[in-house]
């Protein structure tokens, strides 16, 4: 096996076509690509299912209507455009979305899918990414359209990324790609560290938007739940980041509120 075909495949969760619930795009119809593994461990996390390779992903066959297929991992670049082309109806979807589990895991392959994918549809690329494996992002950066990263809170999460955050955000910021900041809010956020958050992105750009996502609780957690803010500290913590940050808006995932995958 050449060097170069070993990257053309990758292990995938599932394809399908859904309205997006987070971020700069919500509300929006976007084909999702989601891919396997994960290298973090946040607390929240609502995608644990994502966090380990899979023997097979699940391909869904018209776009929207939930008739999923399954096929076995590691699947072929090929198969992969043939799944998009098969969900790209004209005129249905705004924007692709790269997803997971963590899409840089996967970078090489993306490496030479995202070339192929630009030329089989004009969609614009959006990467979901936990904005901590800047030098994976470099690889894929000229292919993308725009970034939704998050920024995780040590007191939520349970991750400690600012060094890898910082470096992530200032690439999107020096390459002009569209990005945004995500940040998971719970009652037990330390508001320093959002602080912290609103100085990393503020030194970078003022102008970048901040999504403050209040958690939502898992169905079924066997480790200490975790809970929301409470109004009050929503309105405390907006009001401290809108300090630095021109643009802080607060939501909660909406897909979740219309039953969306
Ligand atoms: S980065 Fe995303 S997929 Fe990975 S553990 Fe955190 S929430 Fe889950």
């Known amino acids: ?29 976007q084909i999702f690509i989601r891919f396997a593994m994960c290298d973090l461990r946040c607390h929240y996390c609502d995608s644990a299912h994502t966090w380990y390779s899979s023997d097979t992903c699940r391909i869904e066959q018209n776009p929207g209507k939930r008739d999923f297929a399954t096929y076995p991992n590691p699947v072929t670049l090929d198969s992969l455009i043939s799944w998009i082309r098969q969900q790209n109806q004209p005129g ?98 330390n508001p320093q560290e959002l602080e912290q958050a609103a100085t990393l992105i503020a030194q970078i750009n003022p102008q970048i938007p901040v999504f403050l996502q209040p958690v939502t609780p898992l169905a079924s957690s066997d480790s200490k739940p975790i809970n929301p803010p409470t109004p009050e500290q929503v309105l405390t913590w907006q009001t401290l980041m809108k300090k630095q940050i021109k643009q802080v808006r607060v939501i909660p995932q909406t897909h979740k509120m219309i039953d969306q995958l």
């Open 92 to 189: 249905l979807h705004d924007s692709i979305s790269l997803t997971g589990g963590e899409p840089l895991l996967h970078a090489a392959f993306l490496q030479e899918f995202l070339p192929q994918l630009h030329q089989e549809t004009d969609l614009p690329i959006y990467l979901e990414t936990g904005g901590h494996r800047p030098s994976q992002l470099k690889m894929i950066l000229p292919y993308l359209d725009s970034i939704g990263m998050d920024i995780k809170l040590p007191s939520v999460s349970g991750e400690l990324k600012w060094e890898a955050h910082q470096e992530f955000l200032q690439l999107c910021a020096e390459a002009k790609v569209e990005v945004f900041g995500k940040i998971i809010i719970s009652e037990a956020t």
């Open 1 to 29: 096996m050449s060097k170069l075909s070993k990257y053309k495949t990758a292990n995938l969760i599932e394809v399908f076509s859904a309205i997006q619930g987070e971020g700069l795009n919500i509300g929006t119809r």
